[in-house]
């Protein structure tokens, strides 16, 4: 093996300047921009995840005042859901790899990808200005009346923060779609591409056509706020449950926004780790597409307890179980490539795993949620938390992360310690299930969700959540000290450290501004492992 | 450290076993699911470790039985649970024709229970045990939620509507309720419990106290202070509707529409009179928005239901 050496030209030293960073077009250096301000609301988001847990970890509200709690929680909320989950994935390892995947040079309109991120950061700072001026208590789902007419807190500089960020999803699904349309390289057809881009794809989807109903449902929030237009509150005529419908309209289609991007991740995963070909190549594909369409149809089963018909409750029921097929789908598909392959148990296959574990448990504790007659028991319970914590951060943080650990020698060029992250991953694993498993039983015993206090019978199980959760916080820090460590003693990964296919394996480690020398034409299909490739430098 | 902790709620309702049931039906499910891919995954992932540094998995690009197998046997299996669900949606969307009447006011941070007979609960509603109870919901703020974890149900309270929930409970004893949708600063307090009782101590309850009498005969006080009795007369002279034996009727109105006269037909009726008019009257009512707190409008509704068709009074 010839000796690895940094490429001489490479996007990380074409230019060192801080204008260089703040005025770049190049998608991956946005993409590290957003990496960082991700990173941030994250640990901002988890900070209150923390305070959450310790005030829980007895049953009177002592820690903090309950005004306090229910800032904690709708503070976690929102910056976890608008700040971090749904950009994640999209906006870090989209932003970076959809280009590469397809053999571009960058992104349809590189200048757009810039202001979305300004957008974004725009966006954020909104919110943090709520914050940091008192903060907002009606929970992240902004529920009417309350929103409009009770709540006395900041709930429009929040709201405001979370419709400029709309826009930042917005633009980047567009520039996402219009790439994959019209910039893939000479060969690379839709049925070559990297599940990861069909992933993404579906995603921009719900994103171009999801995010404008937030806006708007935001729009009429602060609108019979300020002048008292009767949209929502009774008292002038509205419809509280009118609310509920619009709002669910996006957020229902958000989950899938969040977790699709991961389901997308692991399918590079599985395929890089097994060094094999994705069993079922096109059923996984087109599981994104019919899950993005569906996810659209499902958002009344949010509102089973809300007073709809009985009828629209029934339809909403079977949409949800016919959503969870598609996601069954991939998950076999998964299992299904791991038989006869080549398996390492390489730091990114360890999330992978733990991922389809945490997905498969999130998905199956969805069928409780969609069968009307238990919902009714389970919902607005620590069921509910439960559930969505399994997917959202079982699945898509698992999924991130991964994908942060798989492309972390590309994008900085070095290789990270394997054997602390094998461990941290193992942390994760384990504090994640402490954390969240404990609220299953919780919740089918019937402790309300945003209770900041809650009768004694409950405290072991929450005692239990809260050792968890410091466990994962310890988990969650471990890879920022050895990745920050890497970008400067990791050693050299060179252009293909797992021995994966895949465009962005075939250029440079970091790659060239322009991504390739070259336009790479495409004579392969994904997951091209026909031949034994030479095996990573680890 | 146990002792104490319960893992499993307590079942306290002729709905509790069938919605747990359904609750071990899908553990099953899930648990197998859970333990075929862990172990799946597993076992492959030791069995086909990789050895050699340069090997590559075997070329398997996929099969369409198999996968027809994994869409199909997961169709069948959400399609027997979304029918055994909908089955006991249907039950507790139905309440028997005989129930206990109850009437349900949440505000931010109490409950308020209003019992036909007169009786006044805050926090606490006594139930006779055995006896279908529903309980008839409204809020004179945000939304709220009555959740009864023994009994396995849960319904919101939406200001502006009246929203329904029964039970039959089939245990004596004490059981907490929460109030299951965020409503602000003390939502956690607002808590109360739900009294189960041998039917003999329940009578002995009711009678125990309601000093100013029955719902019903609240309203009808209501209904001469308001002045509603000079236009709603009972010999169909005067210029509103006769409201005697209305209730359940179904009336056409001005629009050609008709109505079934139920608890948010009148409710509405006396807020926005203007709404819905009845044909062959004029829209000359004023509102009455402001004026009744929710629990007088609850009153008046009783006092309409309580309203028994004359004979030879010839309704329009």
Redo the contacts between chains.
């Keep these: 093996m010839a000796t690895v050496i940094l490429p001489p030209r490479h996007y990380l030293n074409d230019g060192y300047g801080i204008r260089s960073w703040l005025f770049t077009r190049d998608h991956k250096r946005i993409a590290l921009l957003y990496l960082a301000a991700v990173t941030f609301f994250f640990f901002v988001g988890g900070a209150f995840a923390v305070l959450i847990r310790l005030e829980l970890a007895t049953p009177a509200?002592d820690l903090v005042s309950?005004?306090t709690y229910?800032k904690l929680f709708t503070m976690h909320g929102v910056m976890m859901v608008f700040f971090f989950l749904v950009p994640v994935i999209p906006a870090v390892l989209g932003n970076f790899l959809v280009p590469i995947m397809i053999g571009a040079k960058d992104l349809a309109f590189p200048k757009l990808n810039l202001a979305s991120w300004y957008i974004y950061i725009v966006g954020g700072l909104f919110t943090l200005y709520a914050l940091v001026t008192g903060g907002v208590?009606t929970?992240w789902t902004f529920?009417t009346?309350?929103s409009t007419?009770?709540?006395t807190t900041k709930v429009i500089p929040t709201a405001l923060g979370i419709f400029i960020t709309g826009f930042s999803s917005i633009l980047t699904g567009l520039n996402f779609i219009v790439t994959i349309h019209r910039m893939r390289a000479p060969g690379m057809t839709w049925f070559r591409m990297p599940l990861f881009l069909w992933s993404m794809y579906a995603t921009s989807l719900i994103m171009v056509l999801g995010t404008p109903v937030l806006a708007i449902t935001i729009l009429l929030v602060a609108v019979e706020r300020l002048f008292h237009f009767g949209f929502f509150d009774?008292?002038l005529g509205g419809?509280?449950?009118l609310f509920q419908h619009l709002f669910w309209f996006y957020s229902h289609p958000a989950v899938y926004i969040m977790v699709l991007p991961a389901m997308g991740v692991v399918s590079e995963l599985v395929a890089a780790f097994?060094?094999?070909?994705v069993?079922?190549?096109?059923?996984v594909a087109f599981a994104s597409l019919g899950i993005a369409v569906l996810g659209f149809l499902v958002w009344g089963h949010h509102m089973?307890?809300?007073?709809q018909s009985?009828y629209a409750?029934?339809v909403f029921?079977?949409l949800s179980?016919?959503v969870?097929?598609p996601s069954?789908?991939k998950?076999?598909?998964w299992?299904?490539t791991?038989?006869?392959?080549?398996?390492?148990?390489d730091t990114p296959m360890l999330y992978a795993?733990g991922f389809?574990?945490l997905f498969?448990?999130g998905g199956?504790?969805g069928?409780?949620l969609?069968?009307?007659?238990?919902?009714?028991?389970v919902?607005?319970?620590y069921f509910i938390i439960a559930h969505f914590h399994y997917i959202m951060v079982g699945g898509t943080i698992m999924g991130y992360l991964g994908g942060l650990h798989y492309w972390w020698p590309k994008i900085s060029g070095r290789l990270y310690n394997e054997t602390l992250a094998r461990i941290s991953a193992g942390i994760i694993f384990i504090g994640f299930n402490l954390t969240f498993f404990p609220q299953f039983?919780l919740g089918?015993?019937?402790m309300?969700?945003?209770?900041?206090?809650?009768?004694?019978?409950f405290?072991?199980?929450n005692v239990l959540s809260s050792a968890g959760a410091s466990i994962l916080g310890v988990g969650y820090l471990i890879p920022m000290v050895y990745l920050m460590w890497s970008l400067r003693y990791g050693r050299l990964a060179g252009s293909n450290p797992w021995?994966a296919v895949g465009l962005e394996w075939t250029t440079t480690s970091p790659p060239p501004t322009e991504n390739f020398a070259e336009t790479p034409v495409v004579t392969w299909d994904a997951y091209d492992?026909?031949?034994?490739?030479?095996?990573?430098v680890a | 450290?146990?002792s104490?902790?319960?893992?499993?709620?307590e079942s306290a309702s002729t709905m509790a076993s069938?919605?747990d049931s359904?609750?071990f039906f899908?553990l099953a499910?899930?648990v197998f699911?859970?333990l075929l891919?862990?172990g799946?995954?597993v076992f492959?992932?030791v069995k086909?470790?990789?050895r050699?540094?340069?090997?590559?998995?075997?070329?398997?690009?996929?099969?369409l039985v198999?996968?027809l197998t994994?869409?199909i046997i997961?169709?069948l299996i959400?399609?027997v649970?979304?029918v055994?669900?909908?089955?006991?949606?249907?039950?507790?969307?139905r309440p028997p024709d005989e129930t206990i009447n109850i009437y349900v006011v949440g505000k931010?941070w109490m409950w308020k229970f209003q019992h036909l007979d007169g009786q006044r609960e805050i926090n606490e509603l006594h139930v006779p045990v055995g006896r279908p109870v529903k309980l008839i919901m409204t809020s004179e703020?945000?939304?709220h939620?009555v959740?009864v974890?023994?009994f396995?149900?849960?319904?919101?309270v939406?200001?502006?509507?009246y929203?329904n929930l029964w039970f039959q409970s089939t245990t004596p004893g004490r059981y907490?309720l929460?109030?299951?949708?965020?409503?602000?600063?003390?939502?956690?307090?607002m808590v109360g419990e739900v009294v189960v009782m041998e039917p003999s101590e329940y009578q002995t309850w009711l009678s125990g106290g309601a000093p100013e009498g029955s719902l019903a005969s609240a309203g009808a006080k209501l209904f001469q202070d308001l002045a509603c009795n000079t236009c709603h007369r009972p010999d169909a002279q005067g210029r509103g509707p006769v409201l005697e034996g209305l209730f359940g009727k179904t009336v056409r109105l001005q629009t050609g529409e008709t109505m079934t006269v139920d608890e948010a037909y009148v409710r509405e009726s006396i807020l926005q009179p203007a709404a819905k008019i009845t044909s062959g009257f004029q829209p000359i009512m004023p509102t009455f928005q402001g004026l009744v707190t929710e629990e007088q409008l609850l009153e008046l509704i009783e006092y309409v239901k309580s309203l028994q068709a004359l004979p030879q009074v010839q309704t329009r």
């Design positions: 509200g309950d005004e229910n208590d929970g529920y009346p309350f007419v009770a709540s009774p008292a419809d509280p449950v097994c060094r094999k070909q069993f079922g190549y096109s059923f089973f307890v809300a007073g009985v409750a029934l029921s079977i179980f016919l969870a097929i069954a789908v998950v076999f598909n299992t299904a791991m038989y006869k392959g080549s398996i390492s148990w795993i389809i574990g498969t448990i199956l504790t069928l409780f969609a069968a009307v007659g238990l919902d009714v028991h919902t607005d319970t039983i089918y015993l019937g309300p969700r945003r209770y900041h206090a809650y009768p004694p019978e405290q072991v199980l021995g492992y026909g031949a034994p490739v030479e095996g990573h | 450290m146990w104490g902790t319960p893992l499993f709620p069938r919605v359904l609750y899908l499910v899930s699911f859970s891919i862990a799946l995954i492959y992932a086909y470790r990789r050699d540094p340069n090997s590559v998995g075997s070329e398997i690009h996929g099969g198999l996968e994994w869409t997961p169709f959400t399609m649970i979304f055994w669900g909908a089955s006991v949606f249907f039950a507790m969307a931010q703020d945000v939304i939620d959740f974890p023994a396995r149900v849960k319904a919101d939406v200001p502006g509507r929203t907490r929460f109030c299951a949708e965020y409503c602000g600063t003390k939502h956690s307090g």
